[in-house]
C-alpha cells in the first residue's frame, strides 16, 4: 500500500542519547571501525550480523552545484544512467542482473555530492560487487539508453511545471540565488537537459568519480577483513584524484520580498525562508535545537501548535534547517486554502518576531533537548541509515567517535544561547516568500523570476 | 496524521517485493511470537535487538469502509481527533508526551483499518502502551477541537486531492470501480460529509470499533515476548472486549461494463493512462490465485526489465515508463492494474493498443518457466531484505492480522510463492484478465481554447 506521509519533520540530522533519559545508550551499542583497503581506500565500518546482507553508501564530493552553465541536471542525468548499462551488459542485460541477484543499486544527485546505495544478500556478494564497480568505472551510455533517460527526465519536468509544491520550491530557490549554481533545479530544465552529451557525462565522470572525492560508509555482516578487499574490487579502478570542488559562497537575495504565482488551484503552497547557519558554524546546534521548538518538531511545534492546533489553518506547517556547502537556510512551508493565506503567513511571521524577542521557555528547551537526544537510537535501525549517518559523519569531518560527543552538544545548549542566536539571525521581515495559487491578504512585491516550463 | 490511499500494493509486497535469489522452502520471514489475550486482542512480537528502540503498534480492524452511508471521513477525522485528548492527558499532551521521551509517533487510515504508532527507546515501551490504551476507552469529544479538526482535514482533503488534478481522477475511477462496496468512497471522505459530520458520528464510530477484541498490538525491537507479555496484559489487558458495531459482509454484484473515465485539466502536461481488472485478494473472491497474480504481476510490472516496461519503453519507445501492480491485501475486492504514459508530445491511444497486445499475447501464450522462477525468486528475496529494519516486519504482520490473515500465513509467505507454477500463473491470469468490464482512466492535458 502507498502510504502518504505528512511533510512535516524534514530536519532529522542527528541526534544523541541523553544518559540521563536512557538506560542503555545506542552509542555503546555500535562500534565504528575505520578500514583501510589494501589498496588504500577508506572506510567507516560498523559490524551487524542480524541480516545476511551488506549495505554500502558512498558519496562522491561535488554535485549539481557544479553542473556547467547551460548544463543544469547533468548531475542527476548522469546518475540515472549508470545503471542503464556497463561493462559487457546492455541497459537491459545489467538490469536483469541486478534483477536476479536481488541487488539493490542505486545513484542520485543533490547539490553538493553525488550519492551511491549498494546493497546484497552475503550470498551473492561477491557478483554484485562487480555490478557496482562496472556502474562506476565502466558505464555505457548507450544511446538508446540516454535518450530513453532523457526523455524520462523531461517528463518529470512536465508534470512538476504545473505542480504548485513544485512551482513554489523552484521559484524560492531561483529567487534567494538568482546569482549562484544553487538556484539552478538540480534535475535541469528541458532546454539543458535536450544539452547534455555523453561527452559531458563522460567528463563529469573523469572529475568527480575519484577516489579522493570518495567517502564511503559500509554496515552489515562482514568483518574488516573481508571489507579490505571489497573496497578495492569495488572502487580500486577509480583514478587516484578528481578535480578539486570549487564553489563560490552563496549570498541570499531577495529579503522580505514576497513573490505570488498565479495558479488556478482551491490551496495555497508557500514557501519561505531566509539565511540559515553552517554546519560548521559554533552556533549551529544552537541553531538546531531553536528550529525544533519553532517548526521542526513534528507535532509539537510552536508553528504547528499556531498555525494548524489552535487555528486549523492548514495541514502541513513546517521549518527545516538546510546546511550546504556554500550557504545555509532557515526554511519552511504550508498549505492553505486561498481565502486564508494571509492569516497564516501573518501567524508565521509573528512566530519568527516571538522567536526572536523572547527565545524558548525552560520547559521547551528541555522538552527539545530530550526529543533530539532521546530519538537518535531511532536512526539505528536499518543497515542503509546507519551507513548514511557513518556518510554524513566523513562528509562533515565530525570524527569518529562523533556518536558518543553528540549528545553532549545538544545537551550544552542554554537558553542564553538560543536567545542570543534567535535575536541575531532570525529576521521576519526578511522572509522570503513564495506564494503559488490565488491567496488572498497577500501582496506580491516584485515580480516571480522565470523559471520556463 | 495520515491517510493510506486506496491500495497500490499489499502490506506484505510493500515490504517483499523486488529482487532475489531462492529462500529455501519453508523458511519463515520474521519468527515473530503471538498470543491473545483474554478480551481478545491479539498481540505479535519480533525481537530485534540492533538498536535499543521499539516500535510499538495498534491496528483496528476499522476503516473507512465502515463508516455507516453517508458519514464518509468519519474513520479519519476520528484518528486525528485521537491526538486530542482523554480526561487522564487531555490537550494535545499525548505528542508532548512521546515527544519528550525522544518517541516519533504518527498514524493512518486506509480502507480497511486504522492504525496507531510510536517508535522509541525500548525502556519507554510501558509508557506508550499506558497512553495508548489509555485513549482506546477514553477519549474525550471537545467540539472545538472537533471543529478545528475537521478544518485542518479539509486542508488535507485540498492537498492531496483537490489540487492535483491525477488525484481528483482517481477518486472519480475508484467510484466508477465499486457499485457496491463502500470501497468507492475515498478514504479522507467527500467534502460534503466532512463537512456535516457530527460529534455523536466521531463517537459511534469509536463506540463502534475501538475495542480490544477489534484491535491488534504489533511490538518490534529490543524485547522478548517475556517482557511484552506482562505488559500487555497490564495495559490492554484489563479493558473489557466489548460488542463490536454492525459488521455488513460487502459483496460487489459482478461488474458487466467497461467504463472510462476521463479527466482534462490545464494543470496536465503529461497525459497518463490505466486500466483497472477486478481481482481477487487473500481475503476476498477467489483467493486461491492471489499468489499466482502476484507472481503474473511481477513478470508484467516489476521494475525496469518487466514483460510491460520492456516492451512499452525499452524496445516500441512509445512510453516514457509503463508498468502493472496487483494488491491483493485487502478485506474487500482487490484489482489488477495496469498503466502508461507517452514520451513528450506523444499520444495516449497507442499506449492502450500496445497495452491491449501485450495482455492478448499474455492470453495466448501465457508466461514462460524462466519468467516465473525469475519472479519468484525476487520476491523471495524481499523477505530477507524485510527483516533488516523495524518497519516492515511491524507493517507485514500488523496489515495482515488486522485484515484477517493468520501468522502462519505471512510467516509462509516465500513458500507459497515458491509453489506457485506457470499453469497457475495463467490460470490466474485468464480468471481476472478475461473479464472486460473494466475501469479505464485517462487524463489529458486540456486542449488549446478549452477551459480558459
Known amino acids: 500500500m502507498r502510504m502518504l506521509c505528512r511533510a512535516v519533520t524534514r530536519i532529522f540530522v542527528a ?17 565504528v571501525e575505520r578500514v583501510v583497503s589494501p589498496g588504500g581506500i577508506e572506510a567507516w565500518l560498523v559490524r551487524d550480523t542480524m541480516v545476511p546482507l551488506v549495505a554500502i553508501e558512498f558519496s562522491f564530493r561535488g554535485g549539481a552545484a557544479l553542473d556547467p552553465e547551460g548544463k543544469a541536471g547533468l548531475a542527476d542525468m548522469t546518475s540515472s544512467l549508470l545503471d542503464e548499462g556497463a561493462g559487457e551488459l546492455d541497459s537491459q542485460a545489467f538490469q536483469q542482473r541486478l534483477a536476479d541477484l536481488a541487488v539493490e543499486l542505486r545513484f542520485s544527485a543533490g547539490t553538493d555530492t553525488i550519492r551511491g546505495s549498494f546493497k546484497t544478500l552475503n550470498r551473492n556478494r561477491d557478483e554484485a560487487v562487480e555490478l557496482l564497480r562496472d556502474s562506476l568505472t565502466a558505464p555505457r551510455f548507450d544511446v538508446d539508453a540516454v535518450e530513453r533517460i532523457r526523455q524520462q527526465i523531461m517528463v518529470v519536468l512536465a508534470r512538476r511545471s504545473t505542480d504548485p509544491d513544485q512551482i513554489a520550491e523552484r521559484v524560492w530557490w531561483k529567487a534567494v540565488f538568482p546569482d549562484h549554481p544553487y538556484g539552478r533545479p538540480v534535475e535541469g530544465t528541458p532546454q539543458s537537459i535536450a544539452a547534455i552529451t555523453v561527452a559531458d557525462m563522460r567528463q563529469l565522470l573523469r572529475e568527480r568519480f575519484a577516489r579522493d572525492q570518495l567517502i564511503v560508509g559500509v554496515v552489515g555482516d562482514i568483518t574488516p577483513g573481508e571489507l579490505g578487499p571489497l573496497l578495492d574490487r569495488a572502487f580500486g579502478a577509480l583514478p587516484a584524484t578528481g578535480k578539486p570542488v570549487r564553489l563560490p559562497e552563496a549570498t ?37 535545537v531553536m ?163 | 496524521m495520515t491517510l493510506i490511499s486506496l491500495g497500490r500494493r499489499l502490506v506484505v509486497a510493500a515490504f517483499l517485493v523486488l529482487t532475489g535469489t531462492a529462500v529455501p522452502a519453508g523458511a519463515a520471514v520474521f519468527n515473530p511470537d503471538s498470543f491473545t489475550l483474554d478480551n481478545g486482542m491479539k498481540v505479535v512480537v519480533v525481537s530485534n535487538h540492533r538498536a535499543p528502540v521499539v516500535t510499538h503498534m495498534v491496528w483496528y480492524r476499522a476503516g473507512a469502509m465502515d463508516e455507516p452511508p453517508g458519514r464518509t471521513g468519519v474513520a479519519h477525522l476520528l484518528e486525528h481527533l485521537m491526538f486530542k485528548g482523554t480526561e487522564a492527558y487531555p490537550d494535545g499532551v499525548f505528542s508532548q508526551i512521546v515527544a519528550r521521551h525522544g518517541g516519533r509517533e504518527n498514524a493512518f487510515t486506509s480502507q480497511d483499518y486504522t492504525g496507531y504508532f510510536q517508535s522509541v527507546a525500548a525502556d519507554r515501551l510501558e509508557l506508550m502502551m499506558e497512553l495508548e490504551s489509555d485513549r482506546m476507552t477514553n477519549l474525550v469529544f471537545l467540539q472545538e477541537d472537533i471543529d478545528t479538526e475537521r478544518q485542518v482535514v479539509l486542508e488535507e482533503r485540498r492537498s492531496r486531492i483537490e489540487n492535483d488534478p491525477g488525484s481528483r481522477l482517481g477518486e472519480q475511477a475508484n467510484a466508477a470501480m465499486y457499485m457496491n462496496h463502500p470501497y468507492r468512497n475515498p478514504v479522507i471522505g467527500w467534502e460534503h460529509e466532512i463537512r456535516a459530520l457530527t460529534r455523536d458520528d466521531l463517537m459511534q464510530f469509536y463506540r463502534d470499533w475501538y475495542a480490544p477484541n477489534n484491535a491488534v498490538l504489533v511490538v518490534v525491537g529490543d524485547v522478548t515476548v517475556d517482557q511484552v507479555r506482562p505488559l500487555a496484559e497490564k495495559y490492554y489487558g484489563r ?214
Not at chain 2, 467497461?258 to 502536461?269: G, H, K, N, W
Open chain 1, 291 to 453: 528550529n525544533y521548538v519553532l517548526g521542526g518538531g513534528g507535532f509539537s511545534s510552536r508553528l504547528y501548535d499556531e498555525v494548524r492546533e489552535k487555528r486549523g489553518l492548514a495541514y502541513s506547517v513546517y521549518s527545516y534547517v538546510s546546511p550546504m556547502d556554500a550557504a545555509a537556510i532557515l526554511a519552511g512551508g504550508v498549505s492553505t486554502e486561498n481565502s486564508r493565506v494571509g492569516e497564516s503567513l501573518a501567524v508565521i511571521r509573528a512566530e519568527w518576531a516571538r522567536m526572536r524577542d523572547g527565545g524558548v521557555t525552560a520547559v521547551e528547551l528541555e522538552d527539545a533537548k530530550t526529543y533530539l537526544t532521546g530519538s537518535f537510537p531511532l536512526r539505528f535501525t536499518s543497515t542503509d541509515s546507519i551507513a548514511r549517518m557513518l556518510v554524513g559523519m566523513q562528509y562533515n569531518d565530525l570524527g569518529i567517535d562523533y556518536i558518543d560527543r553528540r549528545n553532549g552538544y545538544i545537551e550544552a545548549v542554554t537558553r542564553e544561547d538560543v536567545a542570543r542566536v534567535a535575536g541575531s539571525l532570525l529576521q521576519p521581515d526578511k522572509l522570503t516568500f513564495v506564494v503559488v495559487g490565488n491567496p488572498q491578504g497577500v501582496e506580491a512585491t516584485a515580480a516571480a523570476p522565470d523559471i520556463g516550463g
Open chain 2, 239 to 452: 479493558i473489557p472486549a466489548r460488542e463490536l458495531g454492525p459488521r455488513i459482509d460487502w459483496r460487489e454484484p459482478p461488474a458487466k461494463a467497461a467504463q472510462l473515465v476521463t479527466l482534462a485539466d490545464p494543470q496536465v502536461r503529461q497525459p497518463s493512462w490505466s486500466r483497472r481488472y477486478h481481482a481477487p485478494g487473500y481475503i476476498y473472491g477467489a483467493t486461491g490465485h492471489a499468489y499466482a497474480l502476484e507472481v503474473l504481476a511481477e513478470i508484467l510490472g516489476g521494475g525496469t526489465t518487466s514483460r510491460i516496461y520492456r516492451s512499452l519503453v525499452v524496445e516500441q519507445k512509445i512510453a516514457a515508463g509503463a508498468g502493472a501492480w496487483y494488491n491483493p491485501s485487502s478485506r474487500g475486492p482487490t484489482g489488477f492494474g495496469f498503466y502508461g504514459s507517452p514520451l513528450p508530445g506523444g499520444e495516449i491511444a497507442p499506449i492502450e493498443a500496445a497495452m491491449e497486445a501485450e495482455i492478448r499475447k499474455l492470453l495466448r501464450d501465457g508466461v514462460t518457466a524462466d519468467e516465473v522462477e525469475r519472479a519468484k525468486a525476487r520476491l523471495q528475496a524481499e523477505a530477507v531484505y524485510a527483516r533488516d529494519s523495524l518497519r516492515a516486519p511491524a507493517h507485514s504482520l500488523g496489515g495482515g492480522l488486522v485484515i484477517g490473515m493468520t501468522v502462519d500465513d505471512i510467516e509462509a509467505w516465500p513458500e507459497r510463492i515458491g509453489a506457485v507454477t506457470v499453469e497457475a500463473v495463467n490460470a490466474a491470469a485468464s480468471t481476472v484478465l478475461r473479464n472486460d468490464a473494466t475501469v479505464t482512466t485517462m487524463l489529458l492535458p486540456t486542449k488549446e481554447g478549452e477551459g480558459l
Open chain 1, 15 to 31: 541526534a544523541a542519547v541523553p544518559a540521563a533519559l536512557l538506560a542503555t545508550a545506542p552509542a555503546s551499542a555500535v562500534t
Open chain 1, 252 to 288: 541570499l537575495r531577495a529579503a522580505g520580498q514576497t513573490f505570488v504565482i498565479s495558479q488556478d488551484v482551491p490551496q495555497s503552497v508557500v514557501q519561505f525562508g531566509q539565511p540559515g547557519l553552517k554546519r560548521d558554524h559554533p552556533d549551529y546546534y544552537v541553531g538546531y
